[in-house]
């Protein structure tokens, strides 16, 4: 199984306890983002545009566990940036194991071999490892020769040392069904335990502009996909009926609060792929946050949008309410041949709303804040070393 029994049983059961008792909006994933820094630079990434300032902040790992108390998700994604470029890792992956909560660790996978030691295999654990295809697809996806070569060689690696690993493979346009398929037979035969896979969203700074698919596009490629796949037995973590909404069957309306993100500007507003204000806490986030702003139809950024963020928790509610269509699309695979579900209209969507200059502004100022010497009394030089301290960056913003 892509998921191992004992994590559906778990998720399942907090999945019907949030109905059971009637909340509204609930977490199923945390995403956690400790950092922006990165050792790639890849093109289809809307992540680490920012200044140095900005990419040198960290989330302490008291500041990932409290998210985590906030929340109280039974799964937290750390995405980034690059993760192992955070020096606590080790520390934040292992305290919330110790809490019982599913880890995916996402990672490009070049620092992997160097830093797997620090980890242990656990059911409750799992590498997510960035390929997006085959070694040609990839390496131009990453922007960078050999990624690939690496990657595969850590994931075997990591196989061999008893680690659960799963990949994340998103897909731009262009992408070739048959490439990928045979893409995805290759990594099931590296052993990996499961595939995650999504088109890509269309960061407004990422450099490369041209290659996002629309929801047309992204239907259809899925759908090509699939129809490849039937018999091969892939693995993929994520909910069938996800799947199913991927290629073209399923006429979903986004859930943003199904994977809330907290990064080092706070609590980001509506979801992972879109930074349109920050909360200061998770109540605040899910309580004042005008969920009805967004998702397609709803809001321009959001009109080809397909990505799991937003959508795998929509799928997974259908689940619930509908348990006898999961069983069988996981019985049969998603439908690749019938018409597609409508398309959910755009006629009264509002314009995007440009913030990013605006929000660096302000974020370069609460760092210049706290980088500033607190004004101290001459006579007490000890108070005033203390005061520093205090508001210092913290120790491994540079690392
Ligand atoms: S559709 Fe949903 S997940 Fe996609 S960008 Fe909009 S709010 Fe985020």
């Known amino acids: 199984m892509a998921v191992p029994l004992m994590q559906a049983v778990r998720v399942g059961a907090y999945v019907v306890k949030q109905h059971i008792t009637g909340r509204k909006r609930y977490p199923l994933v945390l995403m956690l983002e400790p950092l922006f820094r990165c050792n790639l630079a890849c093109a289809g990434c809307g992540k680490i545009d920012y200044p140095a300032a900005i990419l040198n902040q960290r989330l302490s790992m008291q500041e990932c566990l409290d998210a985590d108390a906030e929340a109280g998700a039974p799964v937290i994604a750390i995405a980034g940036g690059e993760p192992l470029l955070h020096k606590e890792m080790p520390q934040i992956t292992r305290a919330l194991i110790e809490r019982k909560k599913y880890v995916y660790l996402c990672t490009n996978a070049l620092l992997l071999e160097k830093k797997m030691d620090d980890y242990e295999p656990s059911p409750f654990f799992s590498w997510d490892v960035h390929l997006d295809g085959d070694r040609e697809m990839h390496d131009a996806s990453v922007c960078q020769d050999g990624v690939y070569e690496r990657a595969v ?43 995650m896979t999504a088109p890509g969203y269309a960061y407004e700074r990422a450099p490369d502009q041209e290659h996002f698919l629309n929801r047309q596009k992204t239907k259809q490629l899925f759908r090509d996909i699939f129809r490849l796949g039937k018999g091969h037995k892939w693995r993929f973590t994520q909910s069938p009926l996800f799947l199913n909404f991927l290629a073209g069957n399923e006429t979903y309306h986004c859930t943003p609060w199904g994977k809330p993100l907290r990064n080092v500007f706070g609590w980001q507003r509506p979801c992972y792929l879109l930074g349109e204000g920050y909360a200061k806490s998770f109540d605040e986030l899910m309580n004042d946050t005008k969920w009805d702003d967004y998702g397609t139809g709803n809001y321009e950024k959001c009109a080809d949008c397909m990505v799991h963020s937003g959508y795998e928790s929509t799928a997974v509610m259908d689940a619930v309410r509908r348990p006898w269509h999961i069983a069988k699309v996981a019985l049969f695979g998603p439908e690749t041949e019938k018409p597609m579900a409508p398309e959910i209209s755009l006629a009264n969507q509002r314009p995007a709303q440009y913030v990013y200059a605006e929000q660096v502004e302000e974020q370069m100022q609460e760092i210049s804040a706290r980088k500033k010497p607190a004004r101290m009394p001459r006579v007490t030089t000890v108070v005033s070393a203390s005061a520093d301290q205090n508001s210092a960056v913290p120790a491994d913003a540079a690392d």
């Not at 850590?154 to 070739?176: E, P, W």
Request: aromatic share 10%.
């Open 153 to 195: 060689a850590a994931i075997k690696k990591a196989k061999a040392r008893g680690f659960r690993i799963s990949i994340n493979c998103t897909l731009f346009d262009g992408a070739d069904p048959k490439r990928v398929a045979s893409f995805f037979d290759e990594v099931m035969a590296m052993d990996v335990d499961g595939i």
